[in-house]
């Protein structure tokens, strides 16, 4: 007998599959690491199915991915080993809304525009937004975050309680439904951004927000980046409690242009949104419009009727999509270093300049108000000469940030491709790290080969 | 030669010492707890000292308890097992202020109102005030929070990065001076609440906030603490982003008269604290009018003149002192649930009846924008019958916490008086926080017979 038969056996046998179509699917995400099918895909509905399947695998040292819709950037549910990949997204329940606590509990399958939609009712939305409608499983192995969280935090903030399965089939529960505590240690943050290598979550519950009374949404054009980048510093520092500020560079918006049909002026632009009682959102974008003036902004557009707010932020969201879509059977490589807020002109200056001067086709994008942006790279796989010189951009740019005091990734994680660079930011706390993951799963069977995992 | 001896031949003489006066000052914190003399006191300068110290340490197996001012509330400093009490306060330089970053670091015997005092001239301060000018490194150790913990989260959420000595004499650094980053495991939160019993703090980053341009505080009176608590939770729930939202109890404000010659209306009070731009705070304390006389507030009074308001809130950070004033000889057990906001009204009402029942000197204060509130209670440590029935109090109170979700420690930390309850809050997640001891303090050097520790 197989894997897929034992794991039939233990389940049922529509939970099983090896269907090659299927195992495709879970052999890759979104980004330019080269696809591993797993043997077998597996998909729990509760709890207790995936204790079982953690049991079955810890006994026979067989690889556990666990995989959300797959629209990660760094390869995490790459099944680099093979074993089982174990789809989360039948676990899709909404298990209990708390509107006066500003909580809900939620399976991992559940994805977030799924669950701002069940929240409208309430006058409630969850914050963190990476643009894709990730799982709330994923974003938390990842410790998402994304456009708003300058404002309301990543998901290391946002996430209040865990239910996880150990490798060991223990399960266990991290956190409560208080503010906060001083009880016990903080396991909660341990495994927000563990991407499965230190158990698999089966509960998450996470902190809501009111929606704001009034937003404005803005666009503000520069003449070079050097001046955008300038403009979203002296916001942040101004104190201006910005919801959202995005740098996004020419080519970008020329390729959102094509894709949408837009009509955007092919310049740096920042995207910006303020949120709050009206009168707040009157004040701050009054304040913002004096100090972009300052800091050289040519054009200055505010909208505040939620349709032309949406179209703005589509256009946003999809520039990563329009600029694949330019560069036919590519693979997408994403830079994601995040710098102190006063090193980001410098940073995003060293990056304009190492793409002219490697001939790099990439453009940046930015949450620029945390300090955070990527570099968007148009991959070819078989291309062996161009992966290496842009793996090589990529090594510039982290050890450029890891100087001033920064970090390789601020919210794509590290998967397989920022491994290489833990030692250098890490320095002797990497020891810690794999003595938790050894404790944690001494067999190294949740998603081995990723993060630190050596396994 | 003992251990003092050889202690002073490892860093010098004047850092070293077994003065009668000194070993008392570092037996006991703020609390009720039995004073222990440590063995000696030694005063480490840098990071380089109290990795001598802890070598040491480690080779004889000499407990080591870090010390700060002393102003705990749950005996974590209390040496149960003796040895080496490691009083941090002679490293106390602020090592870098980083103001486009909004960010400090500063060696852990740097006290909040110093800090507060140097950052001002910058327009930034540092927000968590948990009342008395405790240490940072303090601060950090219980994951303290406090009044403004309701806006600007607790140390958890403002501690960026530290340096730390491991049980082994190895310094690790976690973190770093990005504001966000999924690169690697997130250590930091593992070590702030760790109450020393994980690693030594030399180092801490923190967050900082730029001082609002206008603040307002107000006191709102009600006829009773149903009421109060009723009214606190409306205002959050009204999504108002208030700064601090604090429930005092009648015996409280009473105290305060005769401590301070104050003329406070003896009834239960919220201490209420609105900032941000001008416009903003003056929207939303026109907001908060409006639902705390709905909420049936008798009587509301605001402040803008910084005098007044800092008379306002002296008198709420001096209740617990002129509380213990009123009884003379007595210890102060305080308890420190926090439950859901949507349980808070229940958890206080629940805990006032138990306080007439019981017959409990205490009277509740409360943060109650967390759903965090103390009972303070004056315990006479010789009145064994006293507190055995103080002791049933705090676990009623704990009990009923856990039911509906939320914590036995809000903000004071385990210490001594809480380990008892870590099994009952934390269930089998227990194992794996005794796991994270084991492996990085085998010995049970590090606050032996603390938080969760056996040793």
Request: hydrophobic share 40%; charged share 20%; aromatic share 6%.
């Amino acid at each position: 007998m197989g894997i897929a038969d034992d794991l039939r056996a233990l389940l049922s046998s529509e939970q099983v599959s090896t269907n090659r179509s299927v195992l495709e699917q879970h052999s890759r995400d979104e980004s330019y690491h080269t696809p591993v099918l797993p043997d077998v895909v597996v998909y729990p509905r509760s709890t207790e199915d995936v204790v079982q399947v953690v049991r079955y695998a810890s006994v026979r040292g067989i690889p556990v991915v666990p995989f959300g819709v797959g629209s990660g950037l760094e390869g995490h549910v790459v099944p680099v080993k093979r074993g089982i990949s174990l789809d989360m997204m039948q676990m899709q329940r909404i298990l209990e809304i708390r509107p006066k606590d500003f909580l809900v509990r939620v399976q991992p399958g559940v994805t977030r525009k799924r669950l701002n939609d069940q929240l409208r009712r309430y006058g409630l939305f969850f914050s963190v937004d990476p643009g894709a409608d990730a799982s709330l499983g994923g974003m938390t192995a990842t410790n998402a975050s994304g456009t708003t969280a300058v404002r309301y935090g990543t998901m290391k903030d946002n996430v209040r309680a865990l239910t996880v399965v150990l490798a060991s089939g223990e399960v266990i529960r991290t956190g409560s439904f208080a503010a906060k505590s001083s009880s016990g240690y903080n396991l909660t943050p341990l495994f927000v951004g563990s991407e499965g290598t230190l158990g698999i979550f089966t509960e998450i519950t996470l902190r809501l927000f009111g929606i704001p009374e009034a937003t404005v949404a803005g666009r503000a054009e520069f003449a070079d980046i050097q001046h955008c980048g300038n403009a979203a510093v002296a916001l942040i520092t101004a104190g201006i409690p910005i919801t959202r500020v995005e740098l996004v560079d020419a080519p970008f918006i020329e390729a959102v242009n094509a894709f949408k049909q837009t009509h955007y002026a092919e310049v740096p632009t920042l995207f910006l949104e303020f949120s709050g009682s009206r009168e707040s959102v009157e004040a701050d974008s009054r304040m913002a419009q004096e100090i972009l003036s300052d800091e050289g902004c040519r054009d200055l557009q505010f909208e505040s009727d939620e349709h032309a707010r949406n179209q703005l932020w589509e256009a946003r969201h999809s520039s990563a999509y329009a600029f694949q879509h330019q560069h036919p059977g590519c693979g997408l490589l994403s830079t994601d270093v995040c710098v102190p807020l006063s090193e980001l002109p410098g940073a995003i200056t060293n990056a304009k300049r190492l793409i002219d001067e490697m001939k790099i086709p990439g453009a940046i994008v930015g949450h620029v108000g945390d300090g955070n942006f990527h570099v968007s790279v148009a991959v070819d796989p078989a291309d062996a000469d161009a992966l290496r010189r842009i793996e090589q951009f990529n090594e510039q740019l982290v050890f450029h940030a890891l100087r001033v005091g920064g970090t390789c990734t601020g919210e794509h994680g590290v998967g397989l491709g920022k491994r290489k660079y833990q030692e250098a930011e890490h320095g002797s706390s990497i020891q810690m790290m794999r003595g938790i993951k050894e404790f944690l799963d001494p067999g190294h069977i949740l998603n081995p080969g990723k993060l630190i995992d050596e396994g």
